[in-house]
Nanobody
Framework: QVQLVESGGGSVQPGGSLRLSCTASGSIFTINAMGWYRQAPGNQRELVADITNGGTTDYANSVKGRFTISRDIAKNTVDLQMNSLKPEDTAVYYC?????????????????WGQGTQVTVSS
């Protein structure tokens, strides 16, 4: 079993900052990447940012320059520092863990999700 525990959501005024944290535990063998997705009411879940084991990062265009993702590989944690928050950043944010699974000669990515944490940006 794999567990993802998130913390750090809340309410903030436009221009403010929040920091989300996620810790993974359980049967974790080969982590491919960790990251954050978000889902606003009526919208599909979308990638916010992720970071691979090699340190390669990927950000949604809408958050580039405002959000920073970081990982502590030894602790199996991923953080998302969110600055200059806008009302359109309001959503439920989900931690994502991608594990590399191998069965014989076949490899695939298995996704795990946290329970979600609400981020509300409003004046």
């Amino acid at each position: 079993q794999v567990q993802l525990v998130e913390s750090g959501g809340g309410s903030v005024q436009p221009g403010g900052s929040l920091r989300l944290s996620c810790t993974a535990s359980g049967s974790i063998f080969t982590i491919n990447a960790m990251g954050w997705y978000r889902q606003a009411p009526g919208n599909q879940r979308e990638l916010v940012a992720d970071i691979t084991n090699g340190g390669t990062t990927d950000y949604a265009n809408s958050v580039k320059g405002r959000f920073t993702i970081s990982r502590d590989i030894a602790k199996n944690t991923v953080d998302l520092q969110m600055n200059s928050l806008k009302p359109e950043d309001t959503a439920v944010y989900y931690c994502n863990l991608k594990l590399l699974r191998t069965t014989g000669t076949y490899s695939y990515i298995q996704n795990f999700w946290g329970q979600g944490t609400q981020v509300t940006v409003s004046s």
